[in-house]
């Protein structure tokens, strides 16, 4: 009783946060440089699918793919149906469908550095170099962008107390980029305590 309430305020925050980032980021600048020439993006773990009907409605060209667990997948009511937006079910840890942009918004920061690394492989596995236009776009705290900051570090003690993940330094980001493969990243600081971060390869 207690966890389905639980899992029920969990999924209405993350709804809601969504819709938050989703009205900050599709009126800023700097994603529409991040959008440029996209043609098809997934949402990893992309929960009732908030972030990517919102990016979906305002890209009509661009193919969008909600992936996440095949029990949440299952369980997704949305009133409106959106022409460009799927949802598939899986595994990040055993492939992700390919896509020019994948999105992995408020995932990291559950998993320590063993699962990024490992969930990371599979979003290199399912995008094209950057000279044919595929990058992996990560929302998430990078701790200390844009200043030290007392939400971060409160955030920090909080994953590592309940999921064992962690919020991440520049460096530790980094690190975690190199070991999964990839050769370059760019930090967007357009929300806050929150940053954008899309990553590449060569
Ligand atoms: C913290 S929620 C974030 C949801 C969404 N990205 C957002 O920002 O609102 C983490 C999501 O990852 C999904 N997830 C967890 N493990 C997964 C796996 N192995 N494969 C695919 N999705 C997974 C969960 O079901 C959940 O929807």
Redesign the pocket.
Same mark, same amino acid.
């Given at each position: 009783m207690i966890d389905t309430k639980f899992n029920e305020l969990f999924q209405q925050a &993350?709804t809601s946060?969504?819709q938050l980032i989703a009205r900050v980021l599709l009126t800023s600048n700097e994603f529409k440089g991040v959008m440029h020439g996209v043609e098809s993006l997934v *949402?990893?773990?992309?929960?009732d699918g908030? &972030?990517a009907s919102s990016i979906a409605l305002a890209y009509p060209d661009v193919k969008c793919t909600v992936?996440?667990?095949p029990n949440?997948v299952e369980g997704i009511q949305r009133n409106e149906k959106v022409g460009n937006l799927t949802y598939v079910a899986? *595994? &990040?840890?055993e492939a992700i469908p390919h896509a020019q942009l994948i999105l992995l918004?408020?995932?990291l920061h559950?998993w320590n550095d063993e699962n990024c690394i490992k969930v990371l492989k599979q979003c290199k596995e399912a995008i094209q170099s950057r000279d044919k236009g595929g990058k992996l776009l990560i929302i998430d705290m990078v701790v200390g962008i844009p200043s030290d900051n007392l939400n971060q570090a409160l955030a920090n003690v909080h994953m590592l107390s309940i999921l064992g993940g962690k919020e991440r330094t520049e460096q530790q980001w980094k690190y975690l980029f190199i070991n999964a493969g990839f050769n370059d990243y760019k930090i967007l600081s357009i929300l806050g305590p929150r940053s954008v971060i899309e990553v590449y390869l060569a």
């Open positions: &993350m946060d969504s *949402d990893v773990g992309g929960g908030t &972030m992936f996440d667990l949440v899986g *595994d &990040m840890f918004k408020w995932i559950n």
